[in-house]
Structures are given as C-alpha cells and as structure tokens.
C-alpha cells in the first residue's frame, strides 16, 4: 500500500467511493485505506481500478460499473444491498463536456445528468436506507464551483452539478435529526484526465488554469471530513471569494465571468 501523511483513523469503517479509478475517487481511495478502512471501490476502467484496489492494499474490493449505463447502477445497488454496515458513500464520479450548448446533443446532455445526478441519486438511496437502520453513516458528494459560479461552455454540466447540490442540501435538512451527515464538495477545475475528454480544444481550461487544484489537495480534505457534521468543502479560496461576488453583485459577477472567457 502507498502511504500518505494522513491522521486518521477509519480502522473497521467501510467506505464505498465512486470514481476511484482515477483523480479524486483514487486518491481518496488511497487515503481512506492508510486510514485503515475497507475500501468498496467503483469505476469504468477495470485495469485501473484494479491497480488502485491493489495499492489499497488486502482489504479492499472492486465493482465495475459504468454509470451512465442504467443496468451497471443496477448491478451495484444490487451488490451493495448485501452489505451489513457502510459507514460511508463518497461520490466522486462525474462526467463533463464544455461546449456551447448548442454544440450538445440531446444524449450528450442525458449522459451528464444519468452520471452526476441520476446515477449518484440512485446509489445514494440505497445506502441512506442501510444507513437509517445504523442510525449513522456519512455521504460525501463531490458537485462543482460550476454549481455555484456559471461558466460559459457548461450549461448542461453546471445544470447536472447545481441538480445534485440542491438534492444534497435537501437531504440534509430531511436528515436534520439522524446521524447521517450530508457533505458536499464544490472544486474548481481540478488538475485530472477530465479536461482531456471534457474540452479537447483546451479552450474552457485555459483561462481558469489559475484556479487549478490537484486531486491530493481534494481528497485530504474530504477524508479529514468523514465522521463529521462539515456541510461543505469549496476550494480554492480564490474561487470562494468569486462565487461571494456572484451571489451578493450578480451583475458584476456576469461581467467578469464573461470577461475572463471571452478577453
């Protein structure tokens, strides 16, 4: 097992991550089991997903699963209703593409929603119904800075991220009296393979490289999380203080948003 500089201690939790195959869903993944949790991982890629199950070392197991394939989420609602106790669900999977939104197609903007939200939605109910009969348990949902601070070029995708915050925020209020905790987790552009799929022409990324973050810096701050009552995780700071324009100045905010992308 790889070892990071990590104190905490998850020694007998289970924790299920979504998109460990790569970025943030890995490095948590490698996280979470220094911590010595068992670790469920899932993700599309079975090569790398195995590789990462074999750095977290004995007392982790896999599950592939496309999520935009409605029969893979079944296959792993199924798989995870066998479970007894899982003290944790960390989303991290997420799909994007950043172009105009005319640009799209009807199954392109589909498949942004089955993943970040309909998809996330589904496995999130399963283990919320294990959770209330433990009367406790943590969901961790990694939504996006998009979110909070529309960008042009993802209309669908910043729709998918706002649909999934808002549902989060609610089941948190719905859980106001348990002790399940609901945290969400809204990154700016992160420095992983996304962007290689997502904007090929590089041209969404290049005015927002300054605001890059790294998958490590993420994913510590999501494992320090577990266990607690944190209702959010937003990062960078620069991009905080953005979205605080946005909220209280709208029209300022549209300007320099605008400005940014368009020179």
Known sequence: MVSFNLTRNLAGQTIVITGASSGIGKEVALLCAQAGARTILLGRNV???????HMCGENSEFIVADFAKKAD??????????ETDIEALINCAGYGLMRPFLELSEVEIQTMFQVNFFATLALTHTVIRKMLQQNKGHIITIASQDAKLPTP??????????????????LR?????????????????VATAFFERADKSGGYLQPIKPFLVQPIAVARKIVKAIGTSKREINLPFSLQLADAVYHFFPHLGDYIVAKLFKG
Request: aromatic share 6%; net charge negative.
């Open 47 to 53: 090569e790398r997903l195995e590789e990462v199950a």
């Open 73 to 82: 989420v079944d296959s792993v609602l199924a798989r995870l209703e066998q």
């Open 153 to 170: 070029e993802a209309a669908s995708y910043s729709a998918s991220k706002s649909a999934i915050l808002s549902y989060m925020n609610v």
């Open 173 to 189: 209020l719905e859980l106001y009296k348990t002790d399940i905790h609901i945290t969400t987790v809204n990154p700016g552009p």
